[in-house]
């Protein structure tokens, strides 16, 4: 668990001792043609091979969902681990040793109790498996539910015996501090004894996306009168409720597969689905989603079903995640079926194959927003209210056009015009802007535009380009991301001469910038090669159309002066010229194209 000093000799041996080829065969069977060797994508869901691996230039990608990058970023992807915990399981395989970061004592600190925590947690997880081996009445009751082995050994499944002091006796046997196991909320403490908080209970362990156990949940064998059917683990050194999606462990894969992701309430929802074969599911474990948990799934999906249970709590539950989930540009759709009937239910009453027929099909949550909020209005001031609610609602939705869209069904079902619900919208657009710092990460990818790939492509093709970028000052009229990567690859080609690219994805990585790999491998293993063309010409105009850009933002600036009166006669000439400066550059322009 300590942290792993990540330097660029270490990747490049790693690289050397493994193959992109041999390493990405474990999960996709490739096949050979010419130089590369192709094969279905284990990112989306595919029939004809788009996924391509380059053996030369040590990359892969996907020309189906421009997923690309190294060796390193593929593990990471299927794995779903971050940097440095795929640096260190790649070190392992190919037998590099791995040099440790020297930390602080208290950082040390808490990665130990971190670990020690953790380990706790995994001896007791062992402990309810072998319980569960030897109770009939337990195996009974999950095989009654369908879970079958497989499944119990996928999610150990496991049994908390019925004595008051079983588990605490085993922490004693072992040498386990029963301080450390009372602060994870395994036992509890009264008058120096520790007793058992889990009892005659069938034990769902909680792991995280990296499969560490870091809570428990617990449901009664049999329903009875104010003992309560669920407990769950506190929150603890090492569990925040909100920061884990169950089950994605073992259903991420399938998530990315079938590109959306069903979201339950509980653990038992999730089983229900998972045994019939819907595995592309999680849990969020009974609370509204939180940043934490959009998060996580969007490393996965942009879309997901919410299937509550169909009663007014679920309906308010999926309605609490919408507004968080619209934000961070989810497709949300929404699946309630007949009163009360929550997912193990419509497993045994609907059956598998129609349940994914109503699940595939199920409607966007937004429209249910709508529908419901106007379908009893009895006075004017229902009306306002329900007006501002769904219109807070859909001012959380990035895409302006898909917001326009839903303003006009609001329109047509409250009788308002347009203007009238646009005055309304700016209201929660000027606090959204209050509230929300930048997160300029979200959705980065959906801004990049054919000519930035066109520039870097053009550049990774002749990396000597970029010595004109700043030699002419042309480094202004650029984005601020191309300009910095622009500026990496000069440096790098100014200390040696030559442009590796294993460093270069390195870069990416260590500065979060992930996505720049996608558009590096596209560009390495497209077919549009500049091979023949006039690349110092196709360079230049993507140049003049960068100034020009640049000109006609200046334009409209100098514009709306003009327009509301503040022009001073310097705005005025300098409008005059910024406007024969646009003329000049696209007559240039012309020249290029
Ligand atoms: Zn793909």
């Given at each position: 668990?300590t ?16 193959d ?11 096949k ?28 892969f ?30 070190a ?12 602080d ?35 009974n ?6 879970i079958?082995?497989k ?6 499944i ?14 004693k046997k ?37 499969s ?20 769950n683990?506190?929150?603890s ?8 999606l ?23 929802d999730?089983?229900s ?24 799934l ?12 169909s ?21 949300v ?5 007949e ?21 595939e ?45 839903w ?79 622009f ?37 390495l ?7 023949g ?8 105009g993507?140049?003049l ?44 322009l012309s020249?290029?194209e």
């Amino acid at each position: 668990l300590t942290p792993v000093k990540i330097t660029n000799d270490l990747i490049e041996e790693i690289k050397l001792k493994l193959d992109i080829v041999d390493v990405i065969s474990e999960w996709v069977s490739l096949k050979k043609t010419g130089a590369n060797y192709k094969g279905c994508c284990p990112f989306h869901n595919e029939k004809t091979p788009s996924f391509v691996v380059s053996p030369d230039k040590q990359i892969f990608h996907c020309f189906g969902c421009n997923t690309g990058g190294d060796l390193i970023s593929f593990v990471e992807k299927i794995e779903n681990l971050n940097f440095p915990e795929t640096v260190t399981k790649l070190a392992e395989k190919a037998g590099v040793e791995i040099k440790r970061v020297n930390y602080d004592p208290k950082t040390i600190e808490k990665i130990s109790k971190q670990k020690e925590f953790l380990d706790i947690n995994t001896k007791t997880r062992d402990f309810f498996i072998n319980n569960l081996k030897k109770n009939l009445k337990s195996l009974n009751y999950l095989s009654s539910r369908k879970i079958d082995e497989k499944i119990i050994n996928d999610f150990y499944i496991g049994y908390a015996r019925e004595e008051w002091e079983s588990l605490s006796d085993y922490f004693k046997k072992e040498n386990i501090s029963l301080s450390k196991a009372s602060e994870l909320g395994l036992v509890k403490e009264k008058n120096g004894r520790y007793y058992d908080t889990f009892r005659k209970r069938i034990i769902f362990p909680i792991l995280d996306h990296r499969s560490n156990t870091v809570a428990f949940g617990a449901r009664v064998l049999e329903n009875k009168k104010d003992v309560p059917k669920y407990i769950n683990s506190k929150d603890s050194f090492i569990y925040t409720k909100g920061d884990v999606l169950y089950g994605l462990h073992k259903t991420a894969n399938k998530i990315r597969e079938k590109e959306y992701a069903i979201v339950v309430e509980g653990y038992t929802d999730l089983l229900s689905l998972y045994q019939v074969g819907i595995k592309n599911v999680v849990a969020t474990l009974g609370t509204a989603f939180t940043e934490k948990q959009t998060l996580l799934l969007k490393r996965y999906t942009n879309k997901v079903v919410l299937f509550y249970d169909s009663d007014s709590s679920g309906i308010k539950a999926s309605k609490r995640s919408l507004e968080l989930l619209l934000k961070k540009g989810f497709d949300v759709r929404g699946l309630f079926l007949e009163e009360g009937m929550d997912p193990d239910e419509a497993v045994k009453l609907i059956g598998k194959n129609e349940l994914i027929e109503k699940i595939e099909k199920s409607c966007s949550l937004v429209y249910k927003v709508i529908v419901d909020s106007f379908s009893d209005i009895k006075n004017p001031s229902d009306l306002a209210s329900s007006i501002d609610y769904v219109v807070s609602v859909l001012s959380n939705i990035p895409n302006e056009l898909e917001q326009k869209q839903w303003l006009n069904e609001v329109c047509i079902r409250s009788g308002f015009s347009i203007q009238d619900l646009s005055k309304v919208l700016k209201k929660y657009k000027n606090k959204e802007v209050k509230n929300t710092g930048n997160n300029k990460s979200i959705n980065f990818l959906d801004k990049i535009n054919d000519l930035d790939k066109k520039l870097i492509k053009i550049v990774l093709f002749k990396n000597e380009l970029c010595f004109k970028v700043f030699d002419q000052e042309w480094e202004k009229f650029l984005p601020n991301y191309i300009r910095d990567l622009f500026f990496e690859i000069k440096q790098e080609l100014q200390k040696t001469n030559k442009l590796s690219l294993s460093d270069l994805l390195l870069k990416c990585k260590k500065n979060d910038l992930n996505w720049l790999e996608n558009i590096i491998s596209e560009a390495l293993m497209g077919k549009d090669t500049y091979e023949g063309l006039d690349i110092e010409k196709e360079f230049q105009g993507c140049i003049l159309k960068y100034k020009i850009k640049l000109l006609e933002k200046q334009k409209n600036s100098n514009l709306s002066k003009i327009k509301n009166n503040i022009a001073t006669d310097k705005t005025l000439r300098e409008h005059q010229a910024v406007v024969e400066e646009i003329n000049k550059t696209k007559k240039l322009l012309s020249v290029f194209e």
